[in-house]
């Protein structure tokens, strides 16, 4: 074994928090402080998933009528580059607007500049589900003021910027910050060694029951949405591959299970399709060029594929053949080139069905293999 090896740092599974989740722990204990007038060391903090779960506040303060509060990120055991960045927020009433939460991004925090990504022109790059789950926690704890005056939310990432150059962001239209994200509220580490190694067993046990079919998905939202589609499976059947597309796939071929089902959104789709194995979104950019292709075949014109080409994100592709009624005939061509590609990888190891859903969960198009 080299030194490099001994020395490496073994990973583990600790699960961590969203920069949603913590930038909600904050709002929500910036408004205990605008309520109370004291911001507390800890708050309990409601989670997207329901969960409820207890941060440490720092740097917390009260100045006349707005709040100041701070929650560092622990990303777990997951190599995430926003891991220890300090999601602060601050608030404020705003006196005669009832019932009003004005959220806002601050410096760090990335403005959106470009369509495809399903937020507001240079809107804050704070995806629906943690605005949504910000503004629940500000609403549990202020309910009663809210009914005289409103509240102006602002998320700030200090040193955001900085962060924000080892992402992909730029290339998507972001600028000036990261992106507030997350669905549940809570990090997997679906980049480490460990989460892959699970993957593996959890394919291994489908085997082990059994079982003549396995369905991959990409997360939690995916896996909701073919359980709903696949009653008849055993829950065995459903295995989370999060971005590990070979090694899952691999673990198929060595467990000799015939059937594969892949759950999948448009973006993660592109990626197979292209060929990534590993379909993490900082590892290789959307390839503009393949879904300018495939949208051709369904019928776009080719000033829309020009600027599907000139676009960063495969979200931006769907949202305008959606408008043109193309939506199903090019998700359908995307999932018989996930297929190809994945059979062509695989021959005549498993039959291959692709099941596509939209971003809330919504059937759009199903694909089987030949």
């Keep these: 074994m080299t030194a490099a090896k001994k020395n490496r740092k073994k990973r583990g599974t600790r699960k961590g928090f969203t920069t949603g989740a913590c930038s909600a722990a904050a709002a929500r204990a910036a408004a205990v402080g605008l309520v109370t007038g004291q911001v507390p060391e800890q708050i309990e903090s409601l989670l997207p998933n329901g969960q409820r779960v207890r941060f440490e506040v720092t740097d917390g303060y009260c100045e006349k009528e707005s709040a100041h509060a701070v929650v560092v990120k622990d990303a777990g055991d997951d190599p995430d580059v926003t891991n220890k960045a300090r999601l602060a927020a601050d608030l404020r009433w705003l006196p005669g607007q009832p019932g009003i939460i004005q959220l806002s991004g601050g410096s760090g925090v990335g403005t959106v500049t470009m369509p495809g990504l399903g937020l507001e022109l240079n809107g804050p790059a704070i995806n629906p589900v943690p605005q949504k789950n910000i503004r629940q926690n500000i609403v549990e704890v202020a309910a009663s003021l809210l009914e005289e005056s409103g509240i102006e939310a602002t998320i700030s990432v200090p040193n955001g910027e900085k962060i924000a150059k080892r992402t992909l962001n730029a290339r998507l239209g972001i600028l000036g910050g990261i992106s507030i994200l997350g669905t549940s509220g809570i990090v997997h580490p679906w980049s480490t060694a460990a989460f892959r190694t699970s993957v593996v067993q959890a394919i291994e046990v489908t085997a082990r029951q059994g079982e003549d079919t396995v369905v991959l998905t990409t997360g939690g939202r995916t896996e909701k949405f073919v359980m709903r589609e696949l009653p008849k499976l055993a829950p065995a059947c459903f295995v989370q591959m999060g971005d590990f597309l070979k090694p899952a796939l691999d673990a198929v071929v060595v467990q000799e299970i015939p059937h594969v089902v892949i759950g999948g959104m448009v973006g993660k789709l592109v990626k197979m399709a ?71 990888r695989y021959p005549n190891k498993f039959t291959l069905r692709i099941l596509v859903c939209d971003f809330e969960g919504n059937k759009l198009a199903e694909v089987t293999s030949a």
Excluded: M, W
């Design 274 to 344: 292209q060929g990534e194995t590993i379909t993490h979104a900082g590892r290789n950019p959307v390839n503009t060029e393949l879904v300018a292709e495939i949208a051709a075949e369904a019928g776009a014109d080719k000033t829309l594929c020009r600027d599907i080409v000139q676009a960063n994100t495969a979200r931006y592709a769907l949202e305008k053949l959606t408008a043109i009624s193309l939506q199903t005939v090019f998700l359908t061509a995307l999932a018989e080139r996930v297929i190809t590609t994945l059979t062509g």
